[in-house]
T-cell receptor, first 109, second 116 residues
Framework: RKEVEQDPGPFNVPEGATVAFNCTYS??????FFWYRQDCRKEPKLLMS???SGNEDGRFTAQLNRASQYISLLIRDSKLSDSATYLC??????????FGSGTQLTVLP | DAGVTQSPTHLIKTRGQQVTLRCSPKSGHDTVSWYQQALGQGPQFIFQ???????QRGNFPDRFSGHQFPNYSSELNVNALLLGDSALYLCASSLFGAGGSGATQYFGPGTRLTVL
């Protein structure tokens, strides 16, 4: 079983749609969780951290369910510029960032 | 404020050759981590350098080695290249101890290595 699993997609949605990505992780002792965004042939960039209480940044909402070892990212009112690969990232204790394989999103005009 | 820089941008090598990739961290950062990203996959951690020493290592063979210099820049060396080493190699810099290895990592644009 992979340490971090994501639905690879692709997700093709119209502009203005709401889309949700899910991610599960295997190490229950993990303490830090993130979503990174990666544009085609570019480096990953931090989108947002994920906190136990859930957190929101504009149109983006991240949630963590420790009991189910599950992380989610919700994007509201999708823009063309949101098209990218979204990487779920977990930081197990005493170890470096562990990335999922990414979920590809294309927002269509 | 200069971000993370990497060189070269692209590289083509043949099997069995050796390659050296370079990284300069973001200004103010002292820790460099290297990742390998194969096509369609997420980045995989190779190792991390701080104070010129390898601090952590992922599941990569000894063919992968590195170095950190007093100015915090770093090199990744790969010996005896295999076809499967073809990937995007990413360098990430951070400030040691600043919240662990999470959100404080900033990635460079990467070096795309092709092994023929």
């Amino acid at each position: 079983r992979k340490e971090v699993e994501q639905d690879p997609g692709p997700f093709n949605v119209p502009e203005g749609a709401t889309v949700a990505f899910n991610c599960t992780y295997s190490n229950s002792a993990s303490q830090s969780f993130f979503w990174y965004r990666q544009d085609c042939r570019k480096e990953p960039k931090l989108l947002m951290s994920v906190y136990s209480s859930g957190n929101e940044d504009g149109r983006f909402t991240a949630q963590l369910n420790r009991a189910s070892q599950y992380i989610s990212l919700l994007i509201r009112d999708s823009k063309l510029s949101d098209s990218a690969t979204y990487l779920c990232v977990v930081n197990p204790p005493l170890r470096q960032l562990t990335f999922g394989s990414g979920t590809q999103l294309t927002v269509l005009p | 404020d200069a971000g993370v820089t990497q060189s070269p941008t692209h590289l083509i090598k043949t099997r069995g050759q050796q390659v050296t990739l370079r990284c300069s961290p973001k200004s103010g950062h002292d820790t460099v981590s290297w990742y390998q990203q194969a096509l369609g996959q997420g980045p995989q951690f190779i190792f991390q350098y701080y104070e010129e020493e390898e601090r952590q290592r992922g599941n990569f063979p000894d063919r992968f080695s590195g170095h950190q210099f007093p100015n915090y820049s770093s090199e990744l060396n790969v010996n005896a290249l295999l076809l499967g080493d073809s990937a995007l190699y990413l360098c990430a810099s951070s400030l040691f101890g600043a919240g662990g290895s999470g959100a404080t990592q900033y990635f460079g644009p990467g070096t795309r290595l092709t092994v023929l």
